[in-house]
């Protein structure tokens, strides 16, 4: 299982996903806007007028958008992973 999440500099909650993940010791890429991706390639992926960070999970059947910091933190917790 690995976490993608997708970010941009000066971003609290991304910072604050990242840690998260950190701390429950999960596998995670950190993919930086206008580095990685174009804000365009951002919003077709996950909609206009989405937020910073958005996470998705990759796993063997596939990747899942989960969503953002708040969304990723009640996953790690439901899933047992914190």
């Given at each position: 299982m690995t976490f993608l999440v997708f970010s941009k500099d000066g971003c609290p909650y991304c910072t604050k996903v990242?840690?998260?993940l950190q701390l429950a010791e999960?596998?995670?890429?950190i993919y930086k806007l206008n580095q990685d991706y174009t804000r365009q390639e951002f919003y077709k992926t996950f909609?206009?007028?989405?937020t910073f960070p958005q996470v998705k999970v990759s796993t063997?059947?596939?990747e899942r958008t989960i969503g953002g910091c708040s969304e990723t933190v009640k996953y790690l917790r439901e899933n047992k992973l914190i």
């Open positions: 990242a840690q998260a999960m596998k995670y890429v909609g206009e007028g989405s063997e059947e596939g």
